[in-house]
């Protein structure tokens, strides 16, 4: 077994949370699995900086880890506020601006 | 501790499993609290991942920050949307989801085989030299020399997040439209209004449950003494009759 096999799980992973992404409609589920496809680069990282036997794969998953923290506050945010005004978390109704 | 030694390759293919299991109920679960539960044994895995893989400090800032906050903030949340957080099966696209798995499918084997292509008989370094003075340490000298600016960088977008999340969750009430403490009480004092606590639920020798409503002095059940949100518990023949505890 090689350092490869983290980067198979992390491509598994990653694709997991891509079609997760297309076949989910609640905005909150959407978001986990957006919230998956960042972990899954951030194993792809950190195998990496393995590899290359410097630190510098760590810091730039300490740096996602810390983008996604915000992403997350400001998505749930906006999230919550169309629950408010549409009473319902279903991406499939945010559709105003289409007619 | 540049190849894998016998220990690591146990604990990956223990874990490897599981978080790929995480990720599927995640995907699948029709409930979103469950799928949050699967998220986390997801992300948990990936944090050991991170110890063994010599990164013990990002592997606890994994559990810390993403199954710690994260996962609390995304259930927080789903505590505040309520019932409706379950998704419906109803596809609004033909053959959408089919579609979808092909493409994963594809997307997978596609990002597979191109990083097995490009690293190929890649010699793998390891973390040894690098973490001679500890893994915090050698992490902290990164951080303050070549990442300092994306450091400082990443502060300001901590307090931007955080202004945002406060503008995105506050209300804006007019002056008008607030009402002061006066205008309460005479509400509250109103006729037709009953202004004392509303009484418990009732407490009986069968019963001691939140949805079982108090007795009024003639026997009826007070609807006051429970909450609107509960389904009533209809209380049976034998609870509503009249406990005959004289002369016994």
Not at chain 2, 93 to 109: C, F, K
Not at chain 2, 224 to 229: A, F, L, T, V, Y
Request: aromatic share 8%; glycine share 10%.
């Amino acid at each position: 077994m090689t350092p490869m096999w983290y980067i198979v799980l992390a491509t598994v992973l990653f694709s997991i949370g891509a079609v997760g992404v297309l076949i989910r409609r609640n905005a909150i589920v959407l978001f986990m699995c957006i919230e998956l496809m960042l972990n899954a680069a951030n194993l792809a990282l950190v195998t990496f900086s393995r590899i290359n036997g410097t630190l510098d794969g760590q810091i730039m998953a300490f740096f996602a880890m810390v983008v996604a923290a915000a992403e997350v506050v400001i998505g749930l945010a906006i999230i919550m506020l169309i629950f408010r005004t549409r009473r319902s978390a279903s991406v499939d109704d945010a559709n105003l601006l289409k007619y | 501790m540049s190849g894998v030694e016998t220990g690591e390759a146990v604990a990956f293919f223990l874990l490897a499993p599981l978080s790929v299991i995480g990720a599927l109920g995640m995907v699948m679960a029709r409930n979103a609290v469950h799928s949050a539960l699967w998220l986390v044994l997801t992300m948990l895995s990936l944090g050991v991942f991170y110890i063994v893989q010599a990164g013990p400090f990002i592997g606890m800032v994994q559990i810390i920050v993403y199954t710690g906050a994260i996962m609390m903030l995304f259930l927080f949340v789903l505590m505040l949307v309520g019932r409706d957080a379950s998704d419906s099966v109803i596809e609004t696209l033909r053959g959408q989801r089919v579609v979808a798995i092909v493409l994963g499918v594809g997307l997978a084997g596609l990002l597979g085989l191109g990083t097995y292509r490009a690293t190929q008989g890649l010699a793998v370094t390891g973390l040894d030299e690098a973490n001679k003075a500890g893994n915090v340490q050698g992490l902290a000298r990164l951080i303050f020399t070549n990442y300092v600016f994306a450091f400082e960088v990443t502060s300001a977008l901590l307090i931007t997040a955080a202004v945002g999340a406060m503008i995105l969750a506050h209300v804006e009430r007019r002056r008008g439209e607030r009402v002061g403490q006066a205008a309460k009480m005479r509400e509250r004092f109103l006729p037709g209004n009953y202004p004392g606590p509303k009484a418990g639920p009732g407490v009986y020798a069968t019963s001691t449950s939140v949805a079982t409503p108090a007795k009024l002095p003639d026997g009826s059940p007070a609807p006051r003494s429970i909450s609107p949100i509960l389904p009533t518990r209809e209380l049976t023949a034998a609870e509503k009759a009249n406990k005959h505890t004289e002369g016994r």
